[in-house]
């Protein structure tokens, strides 16, 4: 079983900065990608979409709107991975959520955190 904690995140003005931590921990196999995920507030069929995520092998994706505002990294020694935002706007407004991805003898398994709430004001 693996256990994911996120933490960081607050409430921020436009154009500030945050940084979300994600801790995974327990028995774990093989991590195979950390990422960061996005439920809009007041979504009430608690959609999460794509914000950043980082492989094992250090390959990143992103989602468009955070492009070049947003770095993802992650510590692998640490089971630990990192969200750098930057030039924060009102819609980056979300419940920020950590998903790892274990691989554990050939087969794959999604872990969620609790989320971290992130507010940017305008």
């Known amino acids: 079983q693996v256990q994911v904690v996120e933490s960081g995140g607050g409430l921020v003005q436009s154009g500030g900065s945050l940084r979300l931590s994600c801790v995974a921990s327990?028995?774990?196999?093989?991590?195979?990608?950390m990422g960061w995920f996005r439920q809009l507030p007041g979504d009430q069929r608690e959609q999460r979409a794509l914000?950043?995520?980082?492989?094992?092998?250090?390959?990143?994706d992103y989602a468009a709107s955070v492009s070049g505002r947003f770095t993802v990294s992650r510590d692998n020694a640490k089971n630990t991975a990192y969200l750098e935002m930057n030039s924060l706007k009102p819609d980056d407004t979300g419940i920020y959520y950590c998903?790892?991805?274990?691989?554990?003898?050939?087969?794959?398994?999604?872990?969620w955190g609790q989320g971290t709430q992130v507010t940017v004001s305008s």
């Open positions: 327990g028995t774990i196999r093989e991590i195979a990608s």
């Open positions: 914000v950043a995520t980082m492989s094992v092998g250090g390959i990143t």
């Open positions: 998903k790892v991805i274990e691989n554990r003898y050939g087969i794959s398994r999604d872990y």
